[in-house]
């Protein structure tokens, strides 16, 4: 069965960068869409990035397009989130999501925070603050 571990996540200032990691163990990511979603406190978890198996498809929601950038290495089999010019409503904790997919190639749009994920890390939080 599929584990996914974000690590990655501690606090920075705004303007700052992080980049988070979501490793995977107990099966291949080649064969899985990943997303990314954020839970600040008191809100509801937001889904904002998603990428295909085959990484040349990638979806960002208006939130974070432009600062955020999803990327996978199969071969590590791990899925990265690059963040740069976080600001304090970026705040919350972060968890990378995974689907099976036999659809390997093809654009990825907003529906991809919809997908039914059947596999979750536990979460990294990423504070921003002075």
């Given at each position: 069965?599929?584990?996914?571990?974000?690590?990655?996540?501690?606090?920075?200032?705004?303007?700052?960068?992080?980049?988070?990691?979501?490793?995977?163990?107990?099966?291949?990511?080649?064969?899985?869409?990943?997303?990314?979603?954020?839970?600040?406190?008191?809100?509801?978890?937001?889904?904002?990035?998603?990428?295909?198996?085959?990484?040349?498809?990638t979806?960002?929601?208006?939130s974070?397009?432009?600062?955020?950038?999803?990327?996978?290495?199969?071969?590590?089999?791990?899925?990265?989130?690059?963040?740069?010019?976080?600001?304090?409503?970026?705040?919350?904790v972060?968890?990378?999501?995974?689907?099976?997919?036999?659809?390997?190639?093809g654009?990825?749009?907003?529906?991809?925070?919809?997908?039914?994920?059947?596999?979750?890390?536990?979460?990294?939080?990423?504070?921003v603050?002075?």
């Amino acid at each position: 069965q599929l584990q996914l571990v974000e690590s990655g996540g501690g606090l920075v200032q705004p303007g700052g960068s992080l980049r988070l990691s979501c490793a995977a163990s107990g099966d291949t990511l080649d064969s899985y869409v990943i997303g990314w979603y954020r839970q600040a406190p008191g809100k509801q978890r937001e889904g904002f990035s998603c990428i295909r198996n085959s990484d040349t498809s990638t979806w960002y929601a208006g939130s974070v397009k432009g600062r955020f950038t999803i990327s996978r290495d199969n071969a590590k089999n791990t899925v990265y989130l690059e963040m740069s010019s976080l600001t304090p409503e970026d705040t919350a904790v972060y968890y990378c999501a995974a689907v099976f997919s036999d659809i390997t190639y093809g654009p990825m749009s907003a529906a991809c925070i919809m997908y039914e994920y059947d596999y979750w890390g536990q979460g990294t939080q990423v504070t921003v603050s002075r």
